[in-house]
């Protein structure tokens, strides 16, 4: 009888310890993204990206962040370079923020839509979890094209059941201050703000298993 309610013992403690780790194994964090993440016209460091590393240190999250982002980067150059940071970084999540410079070309949406989609496709075949950065066109883009862009994030995330930080740039948008003399690149001023839209989305993820 002691045998047996030992080894019982012995199997519940073994699930448990397994549990623990498997939810305690730091997690690498990829980040796909344009200028908007590669700390474009402020200091190393500065960028919410950055910040990001930060917090995950403060709040004793154990997760390397790998920012391959790249200034100028579409949906196709990220749906392009996608294979290869899945094979070389192995990551347990990705952050996907694209999609701004299609926009500002003025590129056919269902096309940044379709290489958002395949990142996303490629980043769960790979046994990644996925969070979805939103972005918004400014209004002199034409309401028609702005609304759809802006909704094609909205249908990514509802179609891939992928959650969805829905605008990053928002209360950074509103502050014109808050921008460099391109009027396009936030300040590192705004970068905690950026953070702030991102982290409530991303947080959840890092905390699953």
Do not use: C
């Not at 310890?17 to 939810?23: C, F």
């Amino acid at each position: 009888m002691f045998n047996k309610v030992y080894s019982f013992l012995a199997v519940l403690l073994l699930s448990f310890s397994a549990a623990t780790n498997a939810y305690s194994a730091s997690k690498t964090v990829l980040v796909v993204g344009d200028s908007l993440s590669a700390e474009y016209g402020i200091a190393r460091g500065t960028g919410w990206v950055a910040l990001l590393e930060q917090r995950l240190k403060e709040q004793k999250l154990a997760a390397t962040v790998v920012n391959a982002s790249v200034s100028g980067e579409t949906t196709s150059g990220g749906r392009t370079r996608m294979p290869a940071l899945l094979s070389k970084h192995k990551p347990d999540v990705v952050v996907i923020e694209l999609g701004a410079n299609d926009g500002l070309r003025g590129l056919p949406v269902p096309a940044a839509e379709s290489n958002l989609r395949a990142m996303i496709d490629a980043s769960r075949k790979a046994g990644a979890r996925v969070l979805l950065v939103g972005m918004r066109m400014p209004p002199q883009y034409g309401r028609d094209y702005t609304d759809r862009f802006f909704a094609m994030y909205g249908t990514l995330s509802k179609e891939t059941k992928v959650p969805l930080a829905p605008f990053m740039l928002d209360g950074v948008a509103q502050k014109p201050e808050w921008f460099q003399a391109d009027r396009l690149h936030p300040l590192a001023e705004a970068h905690p703000t950026i953070l702030g839209n991102i982290w409530p989305h991303l947080q959840p993820i890092l905390k699953s298993k």
